[in-house]
């Protein structure tokens, strides 16, 4: 009986908090979420069962940015080992960079250079977000850049700019960033149409300029080489990004090309989402401000979104008949690739009878979204860190 006692009260049970109770609700909303919606299922899913596990009392499956050492001899838990050796030290989020460069094909960025503004434009929610969060939130500058860079909609950039400046808010940015990514379909649609006029969604873009082997292959050297000499901060994420393109155009690395789009970033992902999700701990996440980073978010992605449309409405005040863009593909400027691009396309499609498919018009800015909310972290990192 002692025994039976012993155990009972060295158990979880007797350490359950309220807190703990409602992580487990948010846990088993991401994870409905993921598995019944379908909504980013390889993120979402590791991530609130890894926010799930950060909640059991006694377990030591939690991870802190401030995590000491009880004694000299002591090894950090299971999910504090991943945090220390991943994401504190950024190296997960440059490996996503590698595999997501191997996946990426710029061709129809680099078949229409004009697009590459769109992408920087749709940045714009990214400052906008980060101003508000300073200013009228109260958030310190480091934290107000780690929030305004979720209005990129590029998780893998989020977690790493976090990592280095706000790591304490790190559950809540990435839940947001990740979450706004799978509400892209739901998000884009109503911004566009009050955007765009039936006219401008009926625009024909020209049929693209095919684009030389040798323009593909000099291109992710280029950027590496000016966005890093520019920027340096942004240099792992940009670099491996590149990298991971020209073993993909190059030809004579299939292996490594493979590996890195499938085996790599699947296990990478794996450990970046369950190491994010250990740090939900509900005293650190049920804070007030985790809600205010979930509505700042929002407006950052919206903002982001209507950045690249209301551009490139001006780009066509300038730009003869012949060479007008549709604005629609603005929209896809920010960095979720391909879903925003496929948005755009399905909501121009259903507008105009599908008369108009714009949908590798749209890819244009959507992979430039990634060039450039990795150079707006960059910059963030620069001016605040």
Known sequence: MDLLHKIFFDSGLMALSWQNVAMFIVAGVLMYLAIAKNYEPLLLLPI??????????NAMLASFDN??????DAVAPLM???YNAGIKTEFLPPVIFLGVGALTDFRPLLSRPITFVLGGAAQFG???AAVGASYIFGFTPQEAG???IIGGADGPTSIYLTAKMAPHLMGAIAVASYSYMSLVPVLQPPVLRLLTTKKERAIQMKQAKPVSRTTVLLFPVICTLMVSLLIPTV????GMLMFGNLIRESGVTERLSNTASTHLINTVTIFLALAVGSTMEGTNFLQSKTLF???LGCIAFLFSTAGGILFAKLLNLVLPERMKINPCI?????SAVPMSARVVQKFVSEETGGKVNPLMAAMGPNVAGVIGTAIAAGVFLALLK
């Open 48 to 57: 609130g069962f890894g926010a799930l596990m950060a909640n059991i009392p």
């Open 67 to 72: 995590w000491v050492p009880a004694g000299h």
């Open 80 to 82: 504090q080992l991943v």
């Open 126 to 128: 990214v400052f906008i």
């Open 146 to 148: 780690s929030i305004g």
């Open 235 to 238: 240099a792992p994420l940009i």
């Open 293 to 295: 980073i979930l509505v």
């Open 330 to 334: 603005g929209a896809a400027g920010v």
